[in-house]
């Protein structure tokens, strides 16, 4: 069956500018996470959704982070305003319930100029 | 907090030969752990899961033990080929409903 996949594959924006980043879990996986990964640093987590809730975004770095879940599937990651410090790898991963295996996607490559 | 900790962090061997990695968290109470391979600009794939209850799981040439009292996993690797080179993280599950912690990975060079 198909695995995660996230679009688009590179992403290059203005300092200022919005961006939206989408992720499709594995169908049927009613866990969805996403990560992020920076230059020189490791995995940080930044939101958890079981279904279309979001139990934990303690990870989200600021109030310009912002994602949300609908149906029980598809996840857009937005971040407003974007930084130079927002570049990164963002990553998103899916389990079938919360604690299990996570499947990842192969990423979002942010670059903000 | 939990903490997770990949001791080394780089490792070049020549192929054929065995290898530990080693990874350690700072606290015993997880859900379970997972090991993953990451190659350079690629995603995370998931290696191996070992539940909280178990001590270790093997899949081909690949075999992870976890002892949860000592904060202790290891990922063996049998006969190391060319192919392994990447770089190989260790992340936990503190429990259900949480988000993997992960270790900063031990990157793996196999000459031939």
């Known amino acids: 069956g198909a695995g995660v996949s996230q679009s688009p594959s590179n992403k290059v924006t203005e300092k200022g500018k919005d961006v939206e980043l989408r992720c499709d879990p594995i169908?049927?996986?009613?866990?969805l996470y996403w990560y992020r990964q920076s230059l020189g640093q490791g995995l940080e987590f930044l939101i958890y959704?079981?279904?279309?809730?979001?139990?934990?975004k303690s990870g989200l770095p600021s109030d310009r982070f912002s994602a949300e879940r609908t149906g029980g599937s598809v996840s857009t990651l937005t971040i407003q305003r974007t930084q130079q410090e927002d570049s990164a790898v963002y990553l998103c991963?899916?389990?079938?319930?919360?604690?299990?295996?996570?499947?990842f996607g192969p990423g979002t490559r942010l670059t903000v100029t | 907090k939990q903490e997770v900790t990949q001791i080394p962090a780089a490792l070049s061997v020549p192929e054929g030969e065995n290898l530990v990695l080693n990874c350690s968290f700072t606290?015993?109470?997880?859900?379970?752990l997972q090991w993953f391979r990451q190659d350079p600009g690629k995603g995370l794939t998931s290696l191996l899961l070992?539940?909280?209850?178990?001590r270790e799981q093997t899949s081909g040439r690949l075999n992870a033990s976890l002892d949860k009292s000592s904060g202790r996993s290891t990922l063996y690797i049998a006969a190391s080929q060319p192919g392994d080179s990447a770089t190989y993280l260790c992340?936990?599950?503190?429990?259900?409903?949480?988000?993997?912690?992960f270790g900063k990975g031990t990157t793996l060079s196999v000459s031939s």
């Open positions: 606290d015993s109470a997880i859900y379970n």
């Open positions: 070992i539940q909280s209850s178990q």
């Open positions: 991963a899916s389990s079938l319930a919360g604690g299990g295996e996570q499947y």
């Open positions: 992340a936990v599950i503190p429990q259900a409903g949480t988000a993997l912690i």
């Open positions: 169908s049927g996986h009613t866990a």
């Open positions: 959704f079981q279904g279309n809730s979001a139990p934990d």
